[in-house]
C-alpha cells in the first residue's frame, strides 16, 4: 500500500488504467498516508474522506463497465482551501470563513469531478493567499517536509507540502505573485502558472482579480502537465477566461527538444539578494540546457526593479475591494461589538477586526488608502503604468529569446519566523515571480536540486502569453537531465520520505 | 421642527432655480445584469440568486449582452454618442443590501454621453434638456426595516435583506445642470422623467412603473440670485416614486432653500428625504465618507467596444419615439394642439392610442380617459395608468355605446363595475342587466302606463305644451331603470300622442 | 515621506470597517509608512505617456445571452446566514442613509 503513494500521477493513471490498483485503494492509500504523516506537516485543513472514497467507487465501476474516462481518473488530488467546494467547508485560511460551506462548486472543481478525481481534501494557505510562507494562516503554519523548522513556501504551502510528503499525488493551488511557483520551489516540487485566463477563476476566492491564476502543482513536470490539460480551458462563466483551446501540454513534457532554442537570462532576476547557493543551482542547470542543445542569452527588463512596487500597489488595491464582503452579514463570522449599540455598520468592523489576521488587515489598508480620492494616481494609477512598461519589457525580451529563467526565488526555504515581523523581507521573496502575475504570462517552477544547506532549489522558466507549452518542452527536457545527473527524482534521491520499503 | 419655507411664487420671484435630475431605469431583461438569475417582479425573497449576485467567494461577473443593447438604445433615442470603448468600474462601499459591498457600474467611460431630450410643457413649449451620460450599473437588493416605533429606518431594531433585486440591470441617465426653466421648473422636473418613461415603454426596454420602481428619480436642486451667477449648493432628494412627488418636490426645496438663504443661513450639500404624506424633504443622515467612492476599473470584466455597424443597425431599428408618434396622431384624429396637449400632459396618450388601435374611436377614447376615468384617478390620488382597468376594457365599452347597447349613462354604470373588479364591461353589462332596452314593444308598453298614469300632463302635452313631455319620458326612464335611450322615448310618446 | 500617517490609518479603517485597537493602529501606521515609502517609487516611472493596463491580456466584448440559469436553492444561501428570518437575511439596524 505504501508504494502507492510513491506512484507519480502518470503511473498511478497507468495502474489505474491497466486494472492493476483500484481508485478506492489508492484513494485509500493516500488517505492512509494523510492520517500517518499529516500530524507533523499540517498540509491540510481537512480531508474529504468519506466523499473521496464514494467518488473512487464511481470510478472503478464505470471503468469497470468500459467507460471512456479522462486521463487522470480515478487519481486523487488535493486542493487549495480558497477554491469553493460544494458541501465541504472552505475558509481561504481565515477565521472569517470558519464554517462556512459553500453552495456551489469552483468550475475547477466541477472539472475534477468530471474527470473523476477524488479529492482528499482542501489544503492549507496564508489567509486569503496573502503571504510567502503560510505562516498567515488562521489556522497554523504548515511545515516543510524537507525540515519541519522551516516554512513550506506560500502561500500554497499546503498543496506543495502535500505533494512533497506523498500525500497526494497532485494537488491544485492559486499564484497570484508565485504563490503556486515559490512553494514549488522550497519543497522541492513542480508548480505552473498558466497564461492569465487559461484556467477558469470560478470559484477562486479572488485575492486580486488581474492576477490571480489557478494552476498545478506536482511531483514533476509531466503529472503537472497532463494536469493542465484536465483543468485548463474557456469558462463562459469567467469573462478573463481564455478562448484558447487546451494545447497538448503532456506531449511537450515527455517528448520536449530544446535544440536552437533560446533561453534568456533576465539579469534583474538575479544577483545580489539571492543565496550563493540558489545561483550555483540555477548556474548549473543552465549548463544543461546548454548540453541539451539551448542558447542562453542575456536579457535586460529594467522595469522589473518597479515590479514588486507595483504588485503591492495592485494587489492590496484589488484585496480591498474583493475582501469587503467578508462582513458579517450573509455567511461566514459575525462578530457583535463589545459595547454601544449593535449597528451593522459596528458589526462589519468588529467582524472584521476579530476575522481577520495582521497580514490581510495591512493590505486592505493600504490597498483601501492606495484607491482613495487624492492618492489614485500617484498609487493605484501609477501601479498599472509600471504594469504597462513591465509587459513591454517582456515583449522586448521575447522577441532575443524564446524563453526567461531565473531562480524561483532569492532563497531556500527559510525558518519559521524568521521574516514574519519584517513585512518588507517577507514580501522580496516574490520579487523573482512577481513580474509574470503583472504581464499575465505564464510561468513554471521545477527543482534544479539543492543547496548547500541540503534545501531545495527552484529554477523558474517564463513563456509568452498563450506559449505556456514552451514551459513543459523546457521543463521536461531539464528534468530528465537532472535526474539522470541525480540518478532518479529529487523528492526520492534525497529521501524526504524516508527510503522505499 | 418644522421646516420653514418661503411662499413658491415669492421664492421664483427672488431666485433662479437650478436643477439636475438623475434618473435610474430599471431593464426588463430576462436575467441580471451580470448573471444569470431570473430577474423577474414578484418572487419569493431570496428565490432568485445564484453565487453572482449573492456576491458569494469566488464569484465573477459577466456581462448581459441585451442589456448592453437596451442601453445603446437609449443612449440614441436621447441623441446620444454611443462610446467607442467603455469599462466598467467598481463603485466601493459598505451597505448590507449591496452583496460585495461594491457596485459594478461605469465612472469615467459610460456608455452613452452628450445628449438631450426635447420635452414638451403643458402650454406647449419645448423645453431642451441636456443629457451628459447614461451609463450601466447594477441594482442592490432591498433591505426591509422591522422593529422600531414605526418600522422605518430610524429607530429600527434590525433590517431584513432580499437579494432578489440584487444585480438586476439598471441605466442611469444623468442631465447636464438644466437651467433657464425658473418658475417652471417643477414642471419641467415631472414633464422630463414623464418623457423618459414614455421612451422606456416605446423602446421595450422597461415596463417603466414608477410605483413598481422600475423609473426612480434623483432631484437635484439649487437656487441663485439670478441667471448667469454662480450655481449654489444644491440638495439632492432621493425616495420619489411618481411623477407628483417629483414636481412637489422641486416645488418644496425651491421654497426651503430660499427660506434658508433668506435668513441668512447657507443650503447644505446633503442628501435629503422626501416624504409623501406631508409633502416635505427632510435632512438625511450626513455620511463622513459619503463620497470617497474608490473607483477603479472592474478587473473582472472586460471592455465594451461596441461595434458601429451594430450601433446603427439599432439605430434603425428603433420605434417611432412619443414626440414623432404625438405629431403624427394629432394629424391623424386631426385634434387641435390643445387638445392633444391636454391628453398627452394628463399622461393619457398611451392610453388613448391603445384604445384606438383596439377598435374605438379617438375622440370616444379621448372622452372616456380624460373624463370618468381622469376624475375617478384624480379621487383616488392615482394615476390614470394605474386604474384597474385596460385599454381593452374602454375599447369595449366604447364600442358598447357606439352599437347602441349602452347608453352613456349606462357606460358609466358599467365601468364603475369594470372598476370595482367586477369583470370585462360584457360581463359587467350581463351580471347587472344594464342593457338598453331597445325593443320597442317593451318600451310602448311602459309608454303607454306612463301616459294612463299622467292623464292631465298628456293633455298638456296634446295642448301644445311640448317640454311637458319630459315629465313622462323621466317617469319611462323610471320604470325601465335607466335602460333605455331617452331620445327613442321621447319620440315613441310623440308618436303616442300623435304630436 | 509617507502619506499613511496614524490620523490615514484611522480615517481608512473606518473606510474599510474595521475594527483597529490602538496598538493595532500604532503598529500599522508605522509598517505602512515603511511600505507605502518603497512602494511610492512607481510614481518615478509612471509618466503622462506610458498608458495605465488594467487587463494584462486584452479582450473585449465578452458578453453572454440573456438567458435564466437554475438560481441558488434558497434553503442552502440561509443556512449559511449568521441570521435569517422569514427567508431573508436578517442584519442589524442600518444607520446610514435610506438606499
Known amino acids: 500500500m505504501t508504494e502507492l503513494t510513491r506512484l507519480t500521477a502518470a503511473a498511478l493513471a497507468a495502474a489505474l488504467r491497466a486494472g492493476e490498483v483500484s481508485s478506492v485503494e489508492a484513494t485509500r492509500a493516500h488517505l492512509d498516508r494523510m492520517a500517518e504523516v499529516d500530524g507533523a506537516y499540517h498540509a491540510f485543513l481537512r480531508d474529504n474522506a468519506a466523499d473521496a472514497l464514494a467518488a473512487a467507487a464511481v470510478v472503478d465501476a464505470a471503468r469497470m463497465r468500459g467507460e471512456d474516462l479522462s486521463p487522470l481518473a480515478g487519481v486523487p488530488i488535493a486542493v487549495k482551501d480558497n477554491i469553493v467546494t460544494r458541501g465541504l467547508e472552505t475558509t481561504a485560511g481565515s477565521r472569517i470563513l470558519a464554517g462556512w460551506i459553500p453552495p456551489y462548486d469552483a468550475t475547477l472543481v466541477t472539472k475534477l469531478r468530471a474527470a473523476g478525481m477524488p479529492i482528499l481534501g482542501k489544503t492549507n494557505l496564508d489567509e486569503f493567499a496573502m503571504g510567502s510562507s503560510t505562516e498567515h494562516s488562521a ?166 526593479d518597479f515590479a514588486l512596487a507595483a504588485y503591492y500597489l495592485i ?65 493605484y494609477g501609477s501601479a498599472q503604468k509600471v504594469r504597462t512598461l513591465i509587459q513591454r519589457d517582456f515583449t522586448a525580451a521575447f522577441a532575443a529569446a524564446d524563453v526567461l529563467v531565473s531562480p524561483t526565488a532569492p532563497t531556500t526555504a527559510f525558518r519559521f519566523g524568521e521574516k514574519i515581523d519584517d513585512p518588507l523581507a517577507m514580501y522580496l521573496n516574490d520579487v523573482a515571480t512577481i513580474p509574470a502575475n503583472l504581464a499575465g504570462i505564464p510561468g513554471m517552477s521545477l527543482p534544479s536540486g539543492v543547496s548547500g544547506d541540503g534545501l531545495p532549489v527552484g529554477f523558474q522558466i517564463l513563456a509568452p502569453a498563450h506559449e505556456d507549452i514552451r514551459l513543459y518542452r523546457v521543463g521536461g527536457v531539464l528534468e530528465r537531465a537532472l535526474e539522470a545527473r541525480w540518478g532518479g527524482p529529487l523528492l526520492d534521491v534525497h529521501g524526504v520520505n524516508g527510503a522505499a520499503e | 421642527m418644522s421646516t420653514h419655507i418661503v411662499d413658491y411664487d415669492e421664492a421664483v420671484d427672488r431666485w433662479d432655480p437650478v436643477l439636475g435630475l438623475e434618473v435610474h431605469v430599471e431593464l426588463g431583461t430576462r436575467t441580471k445584469m451580470f448573471d444569470g438569475a431570473p430577474a423577474s417582479f414578484g418572487a419569493e425573497p431570496n428565490t432568485q440568486t445564484t453565487p453572482v449576485s449573492l456576491g458569494l467567494p469566488g464569484a465573477l461577473p459577466v456581462v448581459n449582452r441585451t442589456a448592453v443593447e437596451s442601453a445603446i438604445r437609449i443612449g440614441l433615442a436621447l441623441n446620444c454618442e454611443i462610446a467607442e470603448s467603455c469599462r466598467f468600474a467598481r463603485k466601493n462601499y459598505f451597505y448590507p443590501d449591496v452583496p460585495k459591498n461594491f457596485q459594478i457600474s461605469q465612472y469615467d467611460e459610460p456608455i452613452a454621453h452628450d445628449g438631450h431630450l426635447d420635452i414638451e410643457l403643458a402650454d406647449g413649449t419645448v423645453f431642451r434638456v441636456e443629457i451628459e451620460r447614461a451609463h450601466m450599473e447594477e441594482d442592490a437588493g432591498k433591505n426591509t426595516h422591522v422593529g422600531g416605533e414605526t418600522g422605518r429606518i430610524h429607530g429600527a431594531d434590525h433590517s431584513l435583506v432580499d437579494y432578489n433585486r440584487a444585480g438586476v440591470p439598471l441605466v442611469e441617465i444623468v442631465t447636464r445642470p438644466i437651467t433657464g426653466a425658473g418658475e417652471r421648473a417643477p414642471e419641467v422636473a415631472r414633464v422630463y422623467v414623464q418623457t423618459l418613461r414614455d421612451i422606456f415603454r416605446t423602446l421595450g426596454v422597461s415596463e417603466a412603473r414608477m410605483e413598481r420602481g422600475n423609473v426612480r428619480a434623483d432631484v437635484n436642486v439649487s437656487i441663485r440670485p439670478e441667471p448667469g451667477a454662480p450655481l449654489g449648493t444644491r440638495s439632492e432628494t432621493k425616495n420619489v416614486n411618481s411623477l407628483r412627488s417629483i414636481e412637489q418636490a422641486v416645488r418644496f426645496e425651491i421654497s426651503r432653500q430660499a427660506a434658508v438663504l433668506e435668513s441668512g443661513g447657507t443650503v447644505i450639500q446633503e442628501t435629503r428625504h422626501w416624504h409623501e404624506d406631508s409633502g416635505t424633504t427632510s435632512q438625511g443622515r450626513v455620511k463622513s465618507d459619503a463620497e470617497d467612492y474608490r473607483y477603479f476599473p472592474e478587473p473582472d470584466l472586460m471592455p465594451i467596444v461596441p461595434d458601429r455597424a451594430w450601433i446603427e443597425v439599432l439605430r434603425a431599428g428603433l420605434p417611432e419615439l412619443p414626440a414623432v408618434r404625438r405629431r403624427r396622431l394629432q394629424r391623424e384624429w386631426g385634434w387641435s394642439d390643445v387638445e392633444m396637449r391636454d391628453v398627452a400632459n394628463a399622461g393619457a396618450l398611451s392610453l388613448v392610442h391603445g384604445t384606438v388601435e383596439l377598435g374605438a374611436a379617438p375622440a370616444a377614447a379621448r372622452k372616456w380617459w380624460m373624463g370618468e376615468l381622469s376624475r375617478v384617478a384624480n379621487a383616488g390620488g392615482v394615476e390614470l395608468e394605474d386604474l384597474p382597468v385596460s385599454v381593452a376594457q374602454v375599447a369595449q365599452l366604447a364600442a358598447l355605446v357606439e352599437s347602441g347597447d349602452l347608453t ?79 331620445a327613442r322615448v321621447r319620440e315613441l310618446i310623440s308618436q303616442r300622442l300623435g304630436i | 515621506m509617507s502619506t499613511i500617517s496614524r490620523h490615514e490609518v484611522v480615517r481608512v479603517a473606518a473606510l474599510a470597517r474595521i475594527e483597529l485597537t490602538e496598538a493595532e493602529i500604532d503598529r500599522l501606521a508605522g509598517e505602512l509608512a515603511v511600505i507605502a515609502a518603497a512602494v511610492a517609487r512607481v510614481s518615478e516611472v509612471a509618466t503622462p505617456d506610458v498608458p495605465a493596463t488594467s487587463h494584462p491580456i486584452p479582450m473585449w466584448n465578452v458578453m453572454r445571452d440573456d438567458v435564466p440559469v437554475e438560481p441558488l436553492p434558497v434553503d442552502e444561501i440561509l443556512a449559511a446566514a449568521p441570521e435569517a428570518f422569514e427567508g431573508r437575511f436578517a442584519v442589524p439596524q442600518i444607520l446610514g442613509e435610506d438606499a
Open chain 1, 139 to 304: 489556522y497554523g503554519p504548515t511545515r516543510n517536509p524537507w525540515d519541519v523548522t522551516r516554512i513550506p513556501g506560500g502561500s500554497g504551502g499546503g498543496s506543495a507540502a502535500a505533494v512533497a510528503s506523498l500525500q497526494a499525488p497532485l494537488a491544485v493551488g492559486s499564484d497570484t505573485g508565485g504563490s503556486i511557483r515559490q512553494p514549488a520551489a522550497v519543497t522541492g516540487t513542480v508548480g505552473v502558472k498558466p497564461t492569465y485566463g487559461g484556467v477558469s477563476r470560478y470559484g477562486l476566492i479572488a485575492l486580486a482579480s488581474s492576477l490571480d491564476q489557478i494552476g498545478p502543482v506536482a511531483r514533476n513536470v509531466e503529472d503537472a502537465a497532463i494536469l493542465h490539460e484536465v483543468i485548463g480551458g474557456h469558462d463562459p462563466r469567467d469573462s478573463t477566461s481564455l478562448p484558447d483551446a487546451v494545447a497538448p501540454f503532456a506531449d511537450a513534457a515527455r517528448h520536449g527538444d530544446v535544440r536552437g532554442m533560446r533561453v534568456g537570462v533576465v539579469l534583474e532576476l538575479g544577483g545580489e539578494g539571492y543565496q550563493d547557493g540558489v545561483r550555483a543551482s540555477f548556474e548549473a542547470a543552465l549548463d544543461l540546457l546548454r548540453d541539451a542543445g539551448a542558447e542562453v542569452v542575456e536579457v535586460s527588463c529594467p522595469s522589473f
Open chain 1, 315 to 379: 494587489l492590496p488595491a484589488e484585496a480591498s475591494s474583493n475582501l469587503a464582503r467578508f462582513d458579517g452579514m450573509r455567511y461566514g463570522l459575525r462578530v457583535e461589538p463589545k459595547d454601544g449599540p449593535v449597528t451593522a455598520e459596528r458589526v462589519m468592523a468588529a467582524t472584521r477586526g476579530a476575522g481577520f489576521g495582521d497580514e490581510v488587515k495591512r493590505r486592505i489598508i493600504l490597498g483601501t488608502h492606495a484607491l482613495s480620492a487624492g492618492y489614485y494616481d500617484a498609487y
Open chain 2, 408 to 486: 352613456d349613462n349606462l357606460a358609466r354604470q358599467v365601468l364603475d363595475g369594470v372598476l370595482a373588479g367586477e369583470g370585462d364591461p360584457q360581463q359587467v353589462v350581463e351580471a347587472r342587466g344594464l342593457k338598453v332596452v331597445s325593443d320597442d314593444t317593451a318600451l310602448l308598453r311602459a309608454v303607454d302606463e306612463a301616459i294612463a298614469a299622467n292623464p292631465d300632463v298628456a293633455a298638456k302635452i296634446r295642448g301644445g305644451r311640448v317640454q311637458a313631455i319630459g315629465s313622462l319620458v323621466g317617469g319611462v326612464m323610471k320604470a325601465t331603470r335607466g335602460q333605455a335611450d331617452a
